[in-house]
Nanobody
Framework: QVQPVESGGGLVQAGGSLTLSCAAS????????MGWFRQAPGKEREFVAT????????YYADSVKGRFTISTDNAKKMVFLQMNRLKSEDTADYYC?????????????????????WGQGTQVTVSS
């Protein structure tokens, strides 16, 4: 089983905060990058944030910049997404994505096809 597992989703009021966690399985090779994507009902999946193994650089979607923070714990093969000042438009299923290929892609990591493993998602609902 190499599928990463997300947790931390739930229902929160607008303006509130949530922290999502994602754990890669022990069998997963060391990630070179980890990211978060989301898919709202009736919409396509979109990029949220990504971080390289070294912790730098990080990239964020414009819609979450300044409100969300991505971080990692490489020893535990985990990635986190701290979400502050949540808005109703942040409501979506959030997916963790892991890249193990060694090539550095920089901002191309905003595109989902560069990731090797995907979690099943965790639901975030923001009530207005």
């Amino acid at each position: 089983q190499v599928q990463p597992v997300e947790s931390g989703g739930g229902l929160v009021q607008a303006g509130g905060s949530l922290t999502l966690s994602c754990a890669a399985s022990a069998d997963t090779p060391n990630p070179t990058a980890m990211g978060w994507f989301r898919q709202a009902p009736g919409k396509e999946r979109e990029f949220v944030a990504t971080i390289s193994r070294s912790g730098d650089p990080t990239y964020y979607a414009d819609s979450v910049k300044g409100r969300f923070t991505i971080s990692t714990d490489n020893a535990k093969k985990m990635v986190f997404l701290q979400m502050n000042r949540l808005k109703s438009e942040d409501t979506a299923d959030y997916y963790c994505a892991i890249r193990i290929a060694p090539v550095t892609l920089g901002s191309l990591l905003k595109y989902d096809h560069y990731y090797n493993y995907w979690g099943q998602g965790t639901q975030v609902t923001v009530s207005s």
